[in-house]
């Protein structure tokens, strides 16, 4: 019991004490649901086409929605998740949407599009690996945060899109019979955009949360409006997270986009275990990123939210020459709002101008909570999730 109470909650640690490995449980026993198990019962695997793979898959139509794997009248925590599925376009990535109920809640504790959940932003899969997800080859998709439920739980796919999928493969990897302490918190992941964000109000990653908690980083994605500012650096906005009753300045605050992700000037392709960007299209200017807190944690007593400012750098000699080529009269400029730049002909346009901009951000945070439901707004219509990500990307 110490040993599972420890790894939940610092989930991080899994597996670094050699004790994880070689304990023996009493009680704990171990499922696989799939589609050569539904239910995950003990016994009952394997048995279509006499046992010789008569079952790895299943179609999800549009409008569809099944029962990935559930429990009842049990503890125990939700170990692993592997999806993989036969088309892996926009529509799919955003349309598919997986959502997860802890102890007979009616309202999920999960809801976020199945791309980015998985870290994998703009409906667009790639290839990489952090300490709690993964996409090894870039067409399938692992995650591996420990999600602990005391009475029971539910994993559902929607596919909200209008595309019929022809294979769904799934393995939902978990254990019955654990037993949690009162610290023992329920995991959570919601997922928002807003194309474009309001200006000099920064994008929320996470609203508002009341509860307590642990807040264990985001998937973020970003689409520059270069109609707007051209090909202007779009990352010199602050992540801000506001913490047990703070309301108009925040306890923590980074000091840039890519800062934040730990990288530095600028924001190419990487992935490492806690903090990556493997979507970095610089020609088309989309980005997809994710910052991780494992050893860094973020604890809350009472409530939290997370935002990111959307700031942008140019030299003005460059923004000047947008400006005039678009018909740009002003920018507002950082600080209080009220100083701006304009393109008269006798403006110094030596140097450089941070602005404030307004482009097409969306986030997935995931982060445990002392409840099995939270407030948080349902998920966005499937065409707004999706507007933009398919012509011309």
Known sequence: MVVLLWSLMVPWALPSAADDLFVLPKKTQTRWASAENWGAQPGQAGQANSGRKGSPSRALKAGESFVMAHA????GVVRRMWI??????PELMRGIVLRMYWDEAEKPAVEAPLGDFFCQAQGRPVEFENAWFDNPEGRSFTCRIPMPFRKGFRITATNESDKDLAMFFYD???TVGDEHGPDAGYFHAHFRRENPTALRKDFEILPRVEGRGRFLGCTLGAIADTKAYGRAWWGEGEVKIYLDGDRDWPTLCGTGTEDYIATGWGQGRYAKMWHGCP???GAKMVYGFYRLHGPDPVYFHKDIRVTIQQIGYSSKSDMVEH???TGTERLILTGDGKQTFSVPAT???QGGLLFERQDDWCAT???????PANKLPAIQPYLERIAGLVKDR
Request: overall charge negative; aromatic content about 14%; hydrophobic content about 30%.
């Open 323 to 325: 400006m005039k080529k």
């Open 72 to 75: 009842e009248n049990t503890s």
């Open 172 to 174: 939902v990897n978990f």
């Open 365 to 371: 945070a995931y982060f445990y909570l002392d409840q």
């Open 279 to 281: 979507l970095a299209d």
């Open 84 to 89: 993989t599925i036969s088309e892996r376009t």
């Open 347 to 349: 403006q110094d346009n």
